[in-house]
């Protein structure tokens, strides 16, 4: 038989991302893998030092990781570099574009202090990015909070924050025109939360956008009349369902996630 | 509130390992996503026009994409340069790798000409991957076909092979000392197919894999008396589950696979 390629999936957290990609890069070879070996959750350079020693001894090897730890990444990368195995990294570039774009650096010893916190937060930040926007209705079944509101409210940026805190946040827009779905009046309505906003002050949020955009700043999206009625719109949906609603009028991010945080524990609205 | 990064993910397949390398990377920020967009499915230039447009627009827009259609993905990366976006390719690395690894050009065409058979066979590659050598039972319950049969019979390839053919394959090691899941007794034995050996040929291979290894040829490993009663062993358990039993004697992993294929199909083994 033919000497086909060894894939060797490494990770400080689970497989499953590594998994992926060696699937896709597999379906566009007729070629072989003879032998695929998972090493999940590599804690301590001696696990990497085995690692390295069996891939080392495969004729083919390529190791697919989504190791973050820097120390534990850097020694990877070295020991295979040393015994001349293809080694490629997924996340490292995806975490520079981040810090490129943000100036912030990222806290690269999550994996290796706290692991179950780590896999914790993973989940729940790819639940809020699975169940951004409301176009799959079966996040707002799964979530520990359901943010709803008009557009430009900031439930995105809401929910990811809530997600760094632990919390499954789905969110959803409402639109006059768009019925919302039936899920979202079958759950406790103490799992929703509903943003308003100031109708003037929205309206020069959505104008900046729509320059931004180089669009028209005068188009319908953003005058006085079409935001008033989807603030009525909105507001008459919450009422409907019960839940709790957030004025977020230049309230940061955070003073919201805090409101909710607060209900959450049982507290009330300051 | 400050501007966080907009994160556009972008495939000619679904965005799931997109969804998850984002949620890995985000972990690691305390800095706010802003927005996320979803683009799977892209197949023609337009859509990618529309998706550099939105993007180019966000203060800190960052492309993460699992394209692999070569003039779709080249146009990208040339747009997203054009308007300073940063750009992350998933797939390119690890495409190469295997591709420098093999000396085998891939297939890069799969996802633009048949959209569905492209999706499908991602599917069922990554189902062999996640369900080889054994390690959770329910691969059993869930395969088209399930190989069994003892260390270094082809079960790893082959399963590959079978994914290739759109057949999920699940495979399980057999050892003398470990009983097989309960699992493995529920099904249809004709889904399961069991790998036996000629000892002699077997006791030579594992010797060469012990060499390579760097390890002594002759442990138990390789003994032919270990070996043939981890072979007699296997195939009581193959007589006892009724399952079809194929000799992989000196057989390309081709012609393994051909036989099940024909069995599946209702035919007979040659």
Do not use: W
Not at 87 to 98: R, S
Not at 157 to 167: E, F, S, T
Not at 208 to 228: F, H, P, Q, W
Not at 246 to 265: F, G, Q, R, S
Request: net charge negative; charged share 30%.
């Amino acid at each position: 038989m033919e000497e086909g390629v060894s894939i060797y999936l490494v990770s400080d957290s689970n497989v499953d991302t590594a998994e992926n990609i060696a699937s896709i890069a597999a379906a566009h070879f007729d070629t072989f893998i003879e032998k695929i070996k998972k090493y999940p959750y590599v804690g301590d350079k001696n696990q990497i030092e085995e690692i390295i020693m069996e891939a080392a001894n495969d004729a083919n090897s390529i190791i697919i990781h989504t190791m973050v730890v820097p120390e534990l990444k850097d020694y990877l990368l070295k020991k295979a570099q040393k015994f001349g195995i293809k080694i490629v990294d997924v996340m490292g570039p995806v975490i520079n574009a981040i810090e490129d774009s943000t100036g912030i650096s990222p806290h690269t010893n999550l994996a290796k202090n706290n692991k179950e916190d780590y896999l914790k937060k993973i989940e729940v930040i790819e639940f809020a990015v699975k169940y951004d926007d409301g176009k799959d209705a079966m996040g707002i079944l799964l979530a520990d909070v359901v943010v709803i509101g008009v557009s430009r409210t900031s439930k995105t940026p809401l929910c990811m924050y809530l997600a760094h805190k632990y919390i499954k946040a789905a969110n959803l827009p409402l639109v006059p025109e768009i019925e919302p779905p039936q899920e979202l009046f079958e759950i406790n309505p103490k799992k929703i939360f509903g943003l308003t906003i100031d109708p003037e002050v929205l309206v020069k949020i959505r104008k900046e956008r729509l320059k931004s955009l180089g669009l028209d700043a005068n188009a319908i999206y953003a005058t006085e009349e079409r935001v008033k009625k989807e603030i009525k719109y909105a507001e008459e949906v919450m009422k409907r369902l019960g839940c709790t609603v957030i004025d977020v009028t230049n309230k940061a991010v955070e003073e919201t996630a805090n409101v909710i945080l607060n209900v959450l524990k049982g507290g009330e609205i300051s």
